[in-house]
Every structure is written in structure tokens, then in C-alpha cells.
């Protein structure tokens, strides 16, 4: 545990506890009176209502949308299943920044919907609502729907045998059993939109904030440190609640059901009802997921001239963005794909040696860690960048103008998803085989090359190709510590997205257009050498 304890103190610890102390503390000691200032501004309540509720209309319409489609790939077997689950599980990948640049093609001024109908939902929360459940689809679709598969529907066909109708079965069966995995996958979705920060500021304008994009707003546009210190401790607090719930709903998921093999759970659709249900949830893949990412092609390629390669052309030259980027705008591919394999390196260096520490050990203080692992995914990404910048500034650590501060910050994203999914397949490894390894002569570095490495090459190479995609997209932290001389990918369509011109706007479609490739590529890589399709996501 030395090498991640290490690593989460002195890259995530250091920075969010020096921002809190910048805002709170000054010559004369700690002003906790702050706290209740900027809580009683009226603004700032606007903020926290704004983020509240967005976050749990956010989760409902999501639950309301994902959940057909998680009883359909649970129970249906039908041509195609395995590449539409790949597709439905695309955006999870996705950069935000890549979400709201789609929505905004198909949604805003000069979109889609404008041009056919002239109908624009920028800079609403329509907007907001249906990126957040683009996004969050296959959180429901994968949690739930890989529990389903797993439950036995013969006790759901026993009660009805005993007389209970087909709903009545199923309200009193098998949404029970599925509650533990509906309440996390909900947990799941509600900490994603609560701490939203892409979507909303490019679809939300200035009319609508989290409180993600307040602590961006406060440092690094009006500098409020004191603001933005106590914002980052209210989102830290919100967010180890929903974490606390989560590793509660999960620990019952696990010990209160005898679960069955998912083949023989699924069968061919039969009778009309069920074919317009699956037909029903194509019909929402294709609108929800595949009509707004079609939209973001179709704009990279539709420039002044007809459509074309103009936009892509223009990446080619610093000066063809309007002085937006010291260097070509497709520089960025290259700087992103490069910092994203050297933060995945990081991250499975460090989530690989927690996954391990976590299975050989037991207590309240390594399951407090385990719960410590997830908070980068929630505490403001915002708070850790910004804490780069004022900590990570003198030796032995002045790392300030250097390459690896970008990987490092991505790494602290893709280390909980290495973890994840790691260590659910570490733990099924039988103790009984390193020992075995141990008395007939192995170092444990050893046995662990030759008993546990074997049995998790698989799973290493999915959580790599997570760490990789997620790093891929970060936006939050690298937003303040790229160089404007080394942009990354998401950073740069932020850049172009914020500079009015046709010109800009165009290559932010094709900027977009490349990084959603690259993300893609890799989650259908992950399908093909997946071989847990158990419901761990």
C-alpha cells in the first residue's frame, strides 16, 4: 500500500488541502466564519439548488430511459446484441467535452434541430438533462442489466404460477433483487451529474452552474480562492456521503443473491409486446446516442465551400484557428495520445499495487483507502488542477513547467477504474495457489508472475484500456495545467469552442470527431478481450 498511499498524499491530498487552506486561512489563523458567508450568498445557493436538482432529474430520466434497455440485453438474445451494447456504452468513454460539443451540433444555434426545425435548446436545461442521459446511459444498461441477466426467472415464474400477475410477479420478484444494483447505478449517475463540468459549460452558458464550474468560475476567472475553498468542501462532503451509500448498496448486491449463468437467462423476443420493446430500445439508441455523434461528424465535414476535408486541413496550421493555439491545433493528438499511455503506465502501476493490497488485506482502515480510491472521480477535478499549479512549485516536487504534471492529473482519474476492475478478478484468484508456489521455492514476486499474472492478464489489459480512455478526456485538471504550447485534445476544443468564428467552430467539430475515434477504437478493443461480462462495468 507504500506506492498508492504515497501517491494519492502528494498528488491529491497535498493539492485540495492546499486550495482549502489558501481560501480559509490567513495570518491571523483559520477563518471558518467563511463557510456560512459564502453559503448565505444568494448566488451561491442558486448554484447549489441548480447542481442539486439537475443531478436528480439527471438520474430519473435516466432510469427512466436506461431501464428497458437493461431488461432487453439482459433477457433478449438477438442479432447484433454485442456491437449495440458496445455502441450504447460509447459515450461512457466519451471526453464531456466531446458530449457537449455533439449536443451542441444537434441542438444549438445553427444545429440540427435549428436548420430542420428551427428549434435551439443551448443554453437550456433540456440540453443539460438529455447530455446527462447520453452520457449515463450505459451506467444503468451495464450495472443493472448485467444483474438481471444473472437472476434465476424461474422464481419470477413460480409466483405466477401461485396466481401473481405478470407485474405483480416482478414488483414483488425481481425489482427486490434488483434494487441493490438500480440504487448503485443511480448513486453512480447522481455523482456523475452532480459533479458535472463540460457539458454544462458549454451547452449551459452563463445562465446555468454546478458546482463544478462555480470553483472554475471563482478560480480562475474572478480568483476568489475563499469561494472556491469552501465550494470544494461541500462537493468533497456530498460526494463521500454518495460514496458511503454506494459501498453499502454494493456490499448487499454482492451477499444477497445465488445468481445463474447469463445464457441461460436470455432468449429470442416473442409476441408483439416484446418486439416493440426491442424495437422501442433501438429506436432510443439510435436518437439518444447515435443521431447526436452522427450530427458531430457530418459538421466536421460540412465547411463554408461544401462539404469536405477544410476543417481537418485547418488543423494543420497555428495560424488558421485565429491565433487560438501557439501551435497546429492537431498537435494536440499527438500531445494527448502521449501523455494518455504515460498516465495509463502511472495508473496501473499504482491502481495494480492497490488492487493487490486490497485483496491481501482486511479492516476498516484498507476498506477506508478503498473508499479514498474513488474520490478523484467526484472532488472537483477543477480544485486538483488549480492545487498543481500553487503546490507542485518548488523542490523537490517544482514539476510546474514540466510534461509529466498533465499524466500524473490523469492518472488520478484512471487509477479508480484500474482498481474496479482488477480487483474483483483478484480476489477470485485461490490463495491455495500462491501457497503452493511459496512451498515449492517462489519469491512472492515470483508467484506472482507465474499464478496471479496469467489469471489477470485479461483484466489488466480492460483496465488499461479504461485508464487510457478516460485520461484520454480528462478536461477538469488539464484545463489549468497544459501548456498553451502542448494543448491536449479536450483542452483545445474548449479553446476553439470559446472563440467565435466559423472557422473555430468547424475545427472543434473535427477535434471532437477524432478524439470520439480514438475513444471508440479502444472501448471496442475492450469488447473483444472482455471475459467478465458479470455486471462489473
Not at 55 to 77: E, H, K, M, N, Q
Not at 473 to 482: N, P, Y
Amino acid at each position: 500500500m507504500a506506492v498508492p498511499v504515497a501517491f494519492f498524499a502528494v498528488f491529491f491530498a497535498y493539492p485540495v488541502s492546499a486550495i482549502v487552506g489558501r481560501g480559509l486561512k490567513t495570518d491571523d489563523g483559520w477563518q471558518f466564519g467563511r463557510i456560512g458567508e459564502v453559503l448565505s450568498r444568494p448566488d451561491i445557493l442558486d448554484v447549489l439548488w441548480f447542481t442539486t436538482w439537475q443531478a436528480l432529474a439527471s438520474t430519473a430520466l435516466t432510469l427512466l430511459i436506461a431501464l428497458p434497455g437493461a431488461y432487453v440485453f439482459a433477457r433478449f438474445d438477438f442479432p447484433g446484441k454485442q456491437v449495440l451494447r458496445a455502441v450504447v456504452t460509447v459515450p461512457f468513454v466519451l471526453p464531456t467535452v466531446v458530449v457537449g460539443t455533439a449536443f451542441l451540433a444537434l441542438l444549438g444555434r445553427g444545429g440540427f434541430l435549428d436548420e430542420l426545425w428551427g428549434v435551439r435548446l443551448d443554453t437550456t436545461v433540456w440540453a443539460i438533462l438529455l447530455a446527462h442521459v447520453f452520457f449515463n446511459y450505459a451506467v444503468v444498461v451495464r450495472t443493472v442489466g448485467g444483474l438481471w441477466s444473472q437472476l434465476d426467472p424461474r422464481q419470477e415464474e413460480a409466483a405466477r404460477v401461485l396466481g401473481a400477475g405478470r407485474f405483480a410477479a416482478w414488483r414483488r420478484v425481481t425489482l427486490p433483487a434488483l434494487g441493490p444494483a438500480v440504487a448503485a447505478a443511480a448513486l453512480m449517475v447522481f455523482l456523475f451529474t452532480f459533479t458535472s463540468f463540460g457539458v454544462v459549460q458549454i451547452l449551459g452558458g452563463p445562465s446555468y452552474s454546478t458546482l463544478e464550474v462555480e470553483v472554475y468560475r471563482q478560480t480562475a476567472q474572478l480568483l476568489d480562492l475563499p469561494t472556491a475553498a469552501v465550494l470544494t468542501m461541500v462537493q468533497f462532503v456530498a460526494v463521500g456521503a454518495i460514496l458511503a451509500v454506494h459501498a453499502v448498496t454494493v456490499r448487499r448486491r454482492e451477499r444477497a443473491l445465488k445468481l445463474v449463468d447469463p445464457a441461460q437467462t436470455s432468449r429470442r423476443p416473442h409476441g408483439a409486446g416484446q418486439w416493440a420493446l426491442l424495437g422501442g430500445v433501438l429506436l432510443t439508441a439510435l436518437l439518444l446516442i447515435l443521431l447526436p455523434l452522427g450530427v458531430l461528424v457530418e459538421r466536421s465535414f460540412d465547411g463554408p465551400g461544401g462539404y469536405g476535408l477544410g476543417y481537418y486541413e485547418a488543423l494543420q496550421s497555428a495560424g488558421g484557428s485565429g491565433s487560438t493555439f501557439l501551435v497546429p491545433p492537431l498537435e494536440a493528438v499527438g500531445n494527448s495520445l502521449r501523455y494518455a499511455f504515460v498516465a495509463t503506465l502511472i495508473a496501473l502501476v499504482v491502481g495494480g499495487l492497490a488492487a493487490a493490497a486490497l485483496t491481501r488485506r482486511a479492516g476498516p482502515l484498507v476498506r477506508g483507502f478503498d473508499a479514498l480510491l474513488m474520490l478523484p472521480l467526484g472532488v472537483s477535478a477543477v480544485t486538483v488542477g488549480f492545487g498543481f499549479l500553487i503546490t507542485l512549485d518548488k523542490p523537490p516536487l517544482d514539476l510546474r513547467t514540466s510534461w509529466i504534471l498533465v499524466p500524473l492529473a490523469q492518472a488520478l482519474v484512471g487509477v479508480p477504474f484500474v482498481v474496479r476492475t482488477m480487483l474483483p478478478v483478484l480476489r477470485a484468484v485461490d490463495d491455495r495457489l500462491r501457497e503452493a508456489a511459496a512451498v515449492l521455492g517462489a519469491s512472492p514476486l515470483r508467484a506472482w508472475r507465474e499464478v496471479d499474472l496469467p489469471l489477470v492478464r485479461r483484466a489488466v489489459l480492460v483496465a488499461a484500456g479504461f485508464a487510457f480512455a478516460v485520461s484520454l478526456g480528462e478536461f477538469g485538471a488539464t484545463v489549468f495545467i497544459a501548456r498553451p504550447d502542448n494543448p491536449t485534445l479536450p483542452v483545445a476544443v474548449a479553446r476553439l469552442l470559446g472563440r467565435s468564428g466559423e472557422l473555430n467552430y468547424g475545427q472543434a467539430m473535427a477535434l471532437s470527431t477524432i478524439l470520439m475515434l480514438v475513444c471508440a477504437v479502444s472501448l471496442l478493443l475492450l469488447e473483444r478481450i472482455r471475459t467478465d461480462r458479470s455486471g462489473e462495468f
